[in-house]
């Protein structure tokens, strides 16, 4: 499907329009009601939107982000800035008791990444340069917190405990590790999401108990993230949450090298370096692709993920996986009639309508497109690029979609999708 310059010029004022709407000043919602804090992959991601509307702006959105940072180098998945009724579970289920409420779980981090592309494309070069300067220790001490907290054994990669942390909340991925975590004492709730939402697009009953199970445990322990990876009962390595880590740990080094910070730019190189090798270990070879393996019982998932297509994004170029992977993604597309799918459609649970159990997503795709072109498939990237404007251009800026029939589904009017749209307009 291809776009017409027509369609291009409106599908920009459209996205500026949804990121005007939903920015609250210092920071911007996903969506209006469904999601009505501040997410922290969405903001790095929507950053790169705002960033073409104004720079300023765009920087802020992550300073945002950072200034909740925990004095342990944490940052939170969710950042609950003021009330809001339409979601849950809410400040009081995460109890982190903070100043200004967040999670105590964190999310894919994406910010290294993001951070290098406002640097290196800023027009104000010596704000960028500040601002960027700025940010460097607060995404080193993030890293330097993940490697301490979750790869407590130095293995080089690290394990999510919370299938939320992922972005890619119900994904097979963690059917197996999710199912040993017992709901037991879980007790009552109402879940907001599935009033926005119909419910055949979002998880299941069975995972919200589970999800919620987690949250409860983690909060029993006072959130003391060093406690937690031991205590978890759900400790998964996912290879696309590791190579978004080692690609922003390869961008932080980059950054720090340009603004003359040797210590941050040698442990973020080493950080990489250590992640690459590891990642070796999670290559499935009867699947043709990377997997996630389960830490709690010790065994690669026999699941054909997007997740395990991502490395793509952080494997060196000229490595001999890369050419394998990216044969790998034009097999899966050419399973469905959208890129990319969140799932292999060959897969018997694979799912066109629940979230990330099938379902297309643009920010998915930005990774996969950049890691593509980094590995000189420069057409494959315009065609994953080409096709997302113009399913966005028929469909509208929906959180995700079917890849069989490009059925617009979840959330509407969505900040990332729109960010995702001003990148792909380039
Ligand atoms: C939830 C906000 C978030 C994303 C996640 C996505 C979804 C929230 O929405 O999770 O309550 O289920 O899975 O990646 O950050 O857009």
Redesign the pocket.
């Known amino acids: 499907m291809t776009t017409s310059p027509r369609d291009d010029d409106r599908l920009r004022a459209e996205a500026i329009a949804i990121l005007r709407e939903n920015d609250l000043g210092a920071y911007t919602i996903?969506?209006k009601g469904?999601?009505p804090f501040q997410?922290?992959?969405?903001s790095c991601l929507v950053a790169l939107g705002l960033a073409r509307i104004d720079e300023d702006r765009a920087f802020r959105e992550i300073e945002t982000l950072f200034a909740h940072q925990w004095e342990d180098g944490f940052v939170p998945?969710i950042v609950f800035h003021a009330d809001a009724q339409s979601?849950f579970p809410g400040p009081d289920v995460w109890d982190t008791r903070r100043a200004t409420p967040t999670s105590g779980i964190t999310?894919?981090p994406v910010a290294g990444f993001c951070l290098r592309r406002l640097y290196e494309t800023a027009s104000d070069r010596e704000a960028a340069a500040a601002r960027t300067k700025a940010l460097l220790p607060r995404i080193a001490a993030w890293h330097r917190w993940f490697h301490a907290t979750r790869d407590p054994e130095a293995t080089g990669l690290v394990a999510i405990l919370h299938p939320?942390e992922?972005?890619?909340?119900n994904s097979m991925d963690w059917d197996e590790a999710l199912a040993r975590v017992s709901p037991e004492g879980v007790g009552e709730y109402v879940r907001r999401?599935t009033s926005h939402v119909d419910a055949a697009q979002?998880?299941t009953k069975a995972e919200y108990d589970r999800y919620l199970r987690l949250v409860q445990i983690f909060r029993g322990l006072g959130w003391d993230h060093g406690a937690l990876h031991e205590a978890s009962p759900f400790k998964v390595v996912d290879p696309g949450f590791n190579a978004i880590l080692i690609r922003s740990a390869e961008d932080l080094a980059a950054l720090a090298e340009a603004l003359d910070e040797p210590a941050i730019a040698e442990e973020a190189a080493r950080h990489a370096a250590a992640g690459r090798a590891a990642l070796e270990g999670l290559w499935h070879e009867g699947l043709g692709q990377y997997a996630c393996f389960d830490r709690a019982a010790g065994a690669l998932v026999e699941s054909a993920s997007i997740g395990g297509l991502l490395p793509l994004f952080a494997l060196e170029p000229g490595h001999a996986r890369a050419a394998v992977l990216a044969k790998r993604i034009e097999t899966v597309c050419a399973r469905a009639r959208h890129p990319v799918p969140s799932h292999d459609p060959a897969d018997p649970r694979f799912d066109r309508l629940r979230?990330?159990r099938g379902p297309l997503w643009l920010?998915a795709n930005r990774m996969i497109l950049d890691g593509l072109a980094r590995h000189g498939h420069v057409d494959a990237a315009t065609a994953i690029a080409r096709d997302g404007l113009a399913l966005v251009a028929r469909r509208g800026f929906a959180?995700y979609f079917d890849p069989l029939d490009g059925r617009p589904l979840g959330?509407g009017r969505?900040?990332?999708t729109a960010a995702m749209v001003l990148e792909f307009l380039d």
Do not use: I, M
């Open positions: 996903p969506t469904l999601y997410w922290n992959w969405d998945h979601y999310q894919p939320w992922s972005g890619r909340d999401d979002r998880p979230y990330w920010v959180e959330g969505f900040s990332w």
